[in-house]
């Protein structure tokens, strides 16, 4: 059995992730933080397809909640890698910086920015040894133009993306890649709240894209056949120019 682990694979673009993984042949340990319900119906989703996959909660943003998760679930399952992580999991706070909250640039970053070093550290070293991994984190627009409004969010993700380059040298002699998908304004709870008819005008295709346009790209970064690719960044946003 193959492992992967996507984050915040309860709702959104994480749960169109977990689908497209588990069409690749593996068993996706599906990570979320509160909503269990949400989680399980990705799960029965995955398992009516025909694939498998188990959860696995634990907050992203607390690193002893990381390591104690992966730790009981490496105990439980010796001798297997997880070959396939991906960094999905994540929050926006937005406001101005003269009204961000500390707490609110604090939360932003340690959920967006400090949850890739915790989970990666943890993980890559297995995919080291076994000389074979794929890692993809899914950072934004944000993280690439800047955003007025989203110093907190732009600030992290565009530190995903500025490690995931360095970390791409550091292991790609071991066949192990990693790269960034960044998409543009996606339909999810996440912008739920956000105005489609008077945003979309400034998107080239006229319109938000889905959660499966965005896991569609995730899934050949982690297959076997993006095996030449590593440290980029690939957009999904419909043409909205970065
Ligand atoms: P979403 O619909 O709000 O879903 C967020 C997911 O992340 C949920 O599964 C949630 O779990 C999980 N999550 C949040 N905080 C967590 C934590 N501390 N620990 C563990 N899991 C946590 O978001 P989305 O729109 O799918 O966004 C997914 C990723 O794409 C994020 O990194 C986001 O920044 C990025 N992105 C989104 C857009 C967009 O337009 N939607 C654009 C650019 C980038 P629970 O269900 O348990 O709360």
């Known amino acids: 059995m193959k492992f992967a682990l996507v984050t915040g694979g309860s709702r959104g673009i994480g749960k169109a992730i977990c689908m497209e993984i588990a069409k690749l042949g593996y068993h996706v340990l599906i990570n979320y933080r509160n909503n269990t319900e949400e989680a399980e119906n990705t799960l029965n989703q995955i398992q009516e397809n025909g694939g ?5 909660k634990f907050d992203v943003s607390k690193p002893d909640e990381i390591r104690a998760s992966i730790d009981k679930w490496k105990e439980k399952n010796p001798d297997t890698v997880i070959e396939v992580l991906i960094n999905n999991a994540g929050i ?4 101005l910086i003269m009204w961000m909250k500390d707490e609110d640039w604090k939360g932003v970053l340690n959920t967006n920015l400090d949850s890739f070093y915790y989970i990666t550290k943890h993980l890559v070293q297995d995919m080291i040894v076994h000389k074979y991994g794929r890692i993809v984190n899914i ?3 944000s993280g690439i133009k800047g955003l007025p409004g989203q110093t907190n969010y732009s600030a992290a993700k565009g530190g995903v993306i500025a490690a995931s380059k360095a ?3 550091e292991v790609a002699k071991k066949n192990v890649t ?4 960044a998409p ?3 339909k999810t709870d996440m912008t739920a709240e956000l105005e489609e008819k008077d945003l979309k005008r400034m998107i080239p295709m006229n319109r938000f894209g889905s959660a499966e346009e965005v896991a569609q790209v995730v899934s050949f970064l982690a297959s076997p056949q993006a ?4 440290g980029e960044v690939i957009s999904v946003n419909g043409g909205l120019y970065t």
């Open 52 to 56: 498998s996959g188990e959860l696995m």
């Open 92 to 95: 926006r706070k937005d406001a």
């Open 139 to 141: 950072v934004s627009l």
């Open 167 to 169: 970390l791409a040298q």
């Open 178 to 181: 990693v790269n960034c998908v």
């Open 184 to 186: 543009g304004f996606i």
């Open 227 to 230: 095996s030449y690719v590593t």
